[in-house]
């Protein structure tokens, strides 16, 4: 029996047997994402799903796909590479369950210069490690080995995600309300957003650059950025269960400005109340570092809150006790006024 092999592949920079070794190391972490409506295993032209449609009147599909950006030039000098893949999955489930949309299933693509199968299985991982907490199967992928595009030791990774959300339960920003309060849940750091920025803040070309300001941050620089973003499914989804949310934004690239206005109709306005909650160490490391405004620093990065849920006033509470008991510390950071579809920062 002849198997595949190609010796004419492999002196053009391809090795396909390694590829097949890092399929067989990640079989491992993907058979943990396993859920109910895992259809087949991977390895076939497609993943297939089916979905519990028990109780649902009109069962709509949320879809959502994104990557890690140049936070992966972090991974690389620092080789560790086993926590960029929670925030592709992170960067892809918050933003559908900001629709009130549960996550089904993931594919992930990982594009590099050279195949190195071990490399490729601890992405992988942290792929794993994002689904499984968001009780999101990952059903299959792509890993595309790519000379003379890439540098051989270099990657890119990207992933997309199905959910799916009944019609009557599908968020509408046009229920949003003047006098309605924002509630902030605490991001876990820089996540994965604003990292062109944050490298030219602190210069970054080399791995001694990210054993610095560990005295004001308590940890090397590397270590605090690299903290893999938050996942907010399993805490949001309880919230939705228990209180009629009226809307969500999830604090991705463009910060506060731009995302918080995704979240409520063109006749109002964002109140932002500084104070409200923390603002961690390494945002104000880097607008420091950076002589950095804090319009800029708000219309760059999450400044700390990585998602904002809207709810009535008579319900924040039971929402910041709900996301506390799910492991989510949670602020009362503003409220809605009528406006101009903007966003207001002040003390």
């Known amino acids: ?61 949320v879809s959502g796909t994104d990557g890690v950006g140049t936070k992966l030039k972090l991974a690389m000098l620092l080789d560790k590479h086993d926590t960029v893949g929670i925030d592709c999955v992170a960067m892809c489930v918050n933003d559908v369950v900001c629709v009130g949309a549960k996550p089904l299933f993931f594919l992930d693509y990982i594009a590099c210069g050279k195949n190195n199968p071990e490399k490729i299985a601890t992405i992988v991982k942290g792929i794993a490690d994002g689904c499984v907490e968001t009780n999101c199967a990952l059903i299959g992928g792509e890993t595309a080995e790519m000379p003379g595009f890439y540098p051989e030791d270099e990657y890119d990774l990207a992933g997309f995600t199905v959910g799916i959300v009944d019609e009557d339960n599908i968020l509408n920003k046009e229920k949003v309300q003047a006098g309605d309060v924002i509630v902030g849940l605490a991001s876990s750091g820089v996540h994965s957003n604003g990292f062109s920025l944050v490298r030219k803040v602190f210069d970054i070309d080399k ?29 949001v989804l309880n919230v939705l269960e228990k209180v009629k949310v009226k809307s969500i934004a999830h604090i991705t690239g463009g910060g506060f400005y731009e995302n918080l206005p995704r979240a409520y109709g063109e006749n109002l306005t964002a109140d932002i109340t500084l104070g409200t909650w923390p603002i961690l160490p390494i945002f104000n490391l880097i607008q420091e570092k950076g002589n950095i405004s804090s319009h800029d620093m708000f219309n760059t990065f999450n400044m700390g809150i990585g998602m904002a849920i809207i709810v009535s006033q008579k319900d924040a509470q039971q929402t910041i006790d709900i996301l506390k008991d799910s492991g989510i510390q949670a602020y009362q950071i503003g409220k809605m006024i009528e406006g101009d579809h903007s966003v207001v920062i002040h003390e």
């Open 1 to 61: 029996m002849t198997k595949s092999y190609s010796d004419a592949y492999k002196a053009a920079g391809v090795d396909v047997t390694a590829g097949y070794k890092a399929v067989e190391l990640m079989k491992q972490h993907v058979s943990r994402t396993t859920t109910s409506g895992v259809y087949d295993s991977i390895g076939g032209f497609g993943g297939m799903f089916m979905p519990n449609l028990v109780g649902m009147k009109k069962p709509i599909l």
């Open 207 to 235: 791995e001694e650059d990210l054993h610095a300001y560990t005295e004001q941050l308590s940890k090397p620089l590397g270590e605090v950025l690299l903290t893999p973003t938050k996942l907010y499914v399993k805490p």
